[in-house]
């Protein structure tokens, strides 16, 4: 569903992404791992059809991310770090805008936002302002409205950034359900605990993927006892910050 060959972004002299290659299955969980400067949010940035690569090639949801921005914006959801609903609408009127943005039908619009809500037991308050809903309903929220079209990825960028730790667990029972749903999704995360949800995981160091496996096979072969001491062991090694 995703793939990367040798992708690389300049700004200047400066290489942002340093011939970076990987692939992603359709329904993987695909955590995207790296400290502050690492240059994740740089590819994911062009993995999104938001900015250009200076070469390499690629492709997402089966489109080409050099010729064919505008496709993968259509086939893609992205949940930001930061909260990007309207909080003076209600949850409803963000489900029908967003769906409109994707180029839904109003029917089919609510039709799944009348699924996506009852799944998650929030259709009765589906009237409610967003600016009235506890942050953690807000960010599983913010997940379902990025599910609205049925994308083939979905982007989370810190989904469960601030979020206390039983609303982290309910947002990974979302997360699960929608990649058994053959959905990808692809993830970036600064708690290592939630990195061992993930299929598989890579690690950036100052441009290029230091690591790519399963979790467990990264515990094994670094042999510590975790995920967190697998990314402080790469990590140690980074010279630049963002």
Not at 53 to 66: F, L, P, Y
Not at 110 to 131: I, S
Not at 136 to 160: C, Y
Not at 206 to 235: C, H, Q, W, Y
């Amino acid at each position: 569903m995703i793939s990367v060959n040798n992708l690389t972004k300049m700004f200047g002299d400066f290489k942002a992404v340093d011939g970076i290659s990987f692939d992603v299955a359709k329904g993987e969980i695909f955590g995207f791992l790296g400290a502050n400067g690492a240059g994740k949010t740089t590819a994911i940035r062009i993995l999104c059809g938001l900015s250009k690569a200076t070469s390499g090639s690629g492709h997402v949801a089966g489109c080409d991310i050099i010729t064919q921005s505008e496709d993968i914006k259509r086939n893609i959801g992205y949940m930001c770090q930061k909260f990007s609903l309207y909080e003076d609408l209600t949850v409803w009127e963000n489900m029908e805008l967003y769906g409109g943005i994707y180029g839904m039908k109003t029917k089919d619009v609510h039709l799944r936002a009348e699924q996506l809500l009852k799944e998650v037991d929030f259709y009765e308050h589906r009237n409610d302002l967003v600016k009235s809903i506890p942050t953690g309903w807000r960010q599983k929220l913010a997940f379902t409205v990025a599910n609205i079209h049925s994308p083939k990825v979905i982007f989370l960028d810190e989904p469960t950034g601030g979020v206390d730790p039983l609303t982290r667990r309910q947002f990974w029972s979302m997360i699960r359900k929608t990649a058994a749903e053959g959905t990808t999704v692809f993830v970036t995360t600064h708690y290592m605990d939630e990195a061992e949800y993930c299929d598989r995981v890579s690690i950036m160091v100052d441009g290029k993927i230091m690591a790519l496996d399963t979790p467990a096979a990264l515990i094994e072969k670094f042999g510590v006892s975790s995920m967190d001491e697998v990314f402080r062991n790469l990590a140690r090694n980074a010279v630049r910050n963002e």
